[in-house]
């Protein structure tokens, strides 16, 4: 992919209540979830998923800038996040991501949703994170080659 001229603000991502805290969700039946015990994110997770959409924007060093608020961009990226937990029925990791690139008028240019799974390696909270880790990490790749030529 070519570098591109362009700069872009991510906003901080929105999430439901069950998502929008430091804590790890688990689905353990249909329409049900729980928090994973004695594990938590360093950070409440739309937090950390801003910083990883920067983080991955800046590694693949195709934009001239990405940043927070504040930066004088071209595009903003919102972001909300759907799923990011853990099905242990399925034993599986979902994380899903609507994303959506606005003009600087607030039209959007450009929208998707990406989604992805991994497996677990059991019910320990270090491979349910790993799992997490893992489909987030795919998530992530996908929206930067989408939107990256789009800013």
Do not use: C
Request: net charge positive; charged share 20%.
């Amino acid at each position: 992919m070519r570098r591109s001229h362009g700069q872009l603000v991510v906003f901080e991502p929105t999430a439901s209540l069950p998502l929008g805290s430091q804590r790890v969700v688990v689905r353990t039946h249909p329409g049900t979830i729980a928090y994973l015990h004695d594990a938590q994110w360093a950070a409440d997770l739309p937090r950390l998923v801003q910083d990883r959409l920067i983080g991955g924007f800046e590694t693949a060093h195709i934009l001239r800038a990405v940043g927070r608020p504040g930066l004088l961009a071209d595009r903003g990226l919102n972001t909300d996040i759907r799923h990011f937990e853990v099905d242990v029925t399925r034993g599986q990791a979902i994380v899903e991501i609507y994303a959506r690139l606005v003009a600087g008028d607030g039209r959007v240019v450009a929208a998707k949703l990406f989604s992805a799974t991994a497996p677990t390696a059991g019910d320990r909270p270090a491979a349910i994170t790993a799992a997490l880790s893992q489909a987030f990490a795919k998530v992530l790749h996908d929206l930067v080659i989408w939107a990256a030529p789009r800013v």
